[in-house]
C-alpha cells in the first residue's frame, strides 16, 4: 500500500514569505500529525488533526497553521517565514492516532529560508 | 506523557546482537512503548510497538519487564545498514495517542555499526 506522501521534497523561500505543505497519509487513516526537526531542537511536534479537526497542538507561534480535509489529506502553512523555520517537516499519519497502531511518517519537506 | 531516557549514542559491530535500553519511569496503565528509527533526512520509521512482557517481529525485539518502568529494544545480528538514531517513545492508549504533547520525541540513541 501506498505510505505517507509528503510534497514538495525541498523548497527555498525568503524571509517573510509564506509557504504551504502537503501530506497525503495511508489510505483509511484519519489522523495527522505535523513535527519540525532542526539539528539544535530536534523532533518537535507541531499540531495533530483527525477528522479534520485540530485536537492536539505544539508550542509553536501562531504563524504555524494546518488543516485537514474530508479525504484525510493535510497542509500546514508558515506565514512571516523566520530564518529560524528552516527545517526538515515530517508528517505522521496514524488510523485513530491512539496507542497500539503506531504511526507511518512521510520523507519530509525540506525546508530552506534565505 | 512519561518522559524516556535513552543512552545518547552506542557502538557496535556486525553480526552482533545490539539491546537498547529505555527508562520510562511515569508510564501511566494505558501507555505503549514504541521505537522508531532514523536515517538521515528521513522520517522515523515504526519498528515495533508493546504494552508488557516481549514482542518479537522481523526485525526487532522488545522487552517490557513486569513494573514496565523500562524496556529493551534488541536488534539481532545487526549489518552496516542498522546505523541510524532509534527513538523510545512512550504513546498513549487514550483516544488521543501522542496525547495533549503529540508524540515526545527525546534525543534519541545514535547506533553506529562497524563492519
Known amino acids: 500500500k501506498a505510505g505517507v506522501t509528503q510534497t514538495p521534497r525541498y523548497l527555498i523561500k525568503t524571509r517573510g514569505q509564506q509557504v504551504t505543505l502537503s501530506c497525503s497519509p495511508i489510505?483509511?487513516?484519519?489522523?495527522v500529525s505535523w513535527y519540525q526537526q532542526t539539528p539544535g531542537q530536534g523532533l518537535q511536534f507541531l499540531f495533530e488533526?483527525?477528522?479534520?479537526?485540530?485536537?492536539n497542538k505544539g508550542n509553536f507561534p501562531g504563524r504555524f497553521s494546518g488543516r485537514q480535509f474530508s479525504n484525510s489529506r493535510s497542509e500546514m502553512n508558515v506565514s512571516t517565514l523566520e530564518l529560524g523555520d528552516s527545517a526538515l517537516y515530517l508528517c505522521?499519519?496514524?488510523?485513530?492516532?491512539?496507542?497500539?497502531?503506531?504511526?507511518?511518517f512521510g520523507s519530509g519537506t525540506r525546508l530552506t529560508v534565505v | 506523557l512519561a518522559k524516556t531516557t535513552q543512552p545518547i549514542s552506542m557502538d557496535s559491530y556486525e553480526g552482533q546482537e545490539v539491546n537498547i535500553t529505555c527508562s520510562h519511569n511515569?508510564?501511566?496503565?494505558?501507555?505503549?512503548i514504541t521505537w522508531y528509527q532514523q536515517f538521515p533526512s528521513q522520517g522515523p520509521r515504526f519498528i515495533i510497538q508493546?504494552?508488557?512482557t516481549k514482542v518479537t517481529n522481523e526485525v526487532a525485539s522488545l522487552f517490557i519487564p513486569a513494573d514496565r518502568k523500562s524496556s529493551t529494544l534488541s536488534l539481532p545480528r545487526v549489518s552496516l545498514s542498522d546505523t541510524a538514531v532509534y527513538y523510545c517513545?512512550?504513546?498513549?492508549?487514550?483516544?488521543?495517542?501522542?496525547?495533549?504533547?503529540?508524540?515526545?520525541f527525546g534525543k534519541g540513541t545514535h547506533l553506529i555499526i562497524q563492519p
Open positions: 489510505s483509511g487513516h484519519r489522523s
Open positions: 505522521a499519519s496514524s488510523l485513530e492516532g491512539a496507542g497500539g497502531y503506531g504511526y507511518t
Open positions: 511515569n508510564i501511566a496503565t494505558n501507555d505503549y
Open positions: 517513545l512512550v504513546e498513549s492508549g487514550g483516544p488521543s495517542g501522542g496525547g495533549a504533547d503529540g508524540l515526545t
Open positions: 508493546g504494552y508488557k
Open positions: 488533526y483527525f477528522s479534520e479537526t485540530q485536537r
